[in-house]
């Protein structure tokens, strides 16, 4: 069943996993983790504690130590710079901040996103066109489907 726009990612317990029933969030795909990391940086330089907020805010549920391998990497291939930066209360702290190579590779990104994206939607409605004329061949109804992939280009 498809996700409330701006749930976090969630997937059902595996085997063996406690029968309460709840969820377990799921790691984002590291290409989703590294385009959202590249544009909150590119709205402001942010420190890791600010970024896993505002991330779980746009329903991403990451565990820390996997964003902090994806903004090291980030770092490492100058997709993104860090500094020391002062804080109103407690120690200084690392903040990240988007380079001008990062801020090239989130426009690819977001392309390879959008294809993929595009690709979902159209395998979906085959799949809703499919299954709509089998169920009306059994005289069943069928459920509706819908994908809000699509995403109308700015410009």
Not at 53 to 78: H, S
């Amino acid at each position: 069943m498809p996700q409330p726009r701006g749930a976090p990612l969630k997937i059902e317990s595996p085997p063996g996993s406690p029968s309460d029933g709840s969820a377990v969030p799921r790691q984002p795909p590291r290409e989703l983790l590294t385009a959202w990391l590249l544009l909150l940086l590119g709205r402001q330089a942010t420190h890791g504690y600010e970024l896993r907020r505002l991330l779980e805010e746009n329903g991403l549920v990451t565990d820390p130590a996997a964003m902090y391998r994806v903004l090291r990497k980030l770092e490492d291939e100058g997709r993104a710079a860090s500094f020391w930066g002062k804080s109103v209360a407690g120690p200084r702290r690392r903040l990240y901040r988007l380079t001008d190579k990062g801020l090239s590779d989130l426009g690819a990104l977001v392309a390879a996103i959008r294809a993929t994206c595009d690709a979902h939607a159209a395998f979906l409605q085959a799949h809703e066109a499919h299954f709509r004329i089998e169920d009306q061949r059994r005289g069943r109804l069928s459920p509706q489907m819908s994908c809000e992939c699509s995403l109308q280009q700015a410009g």
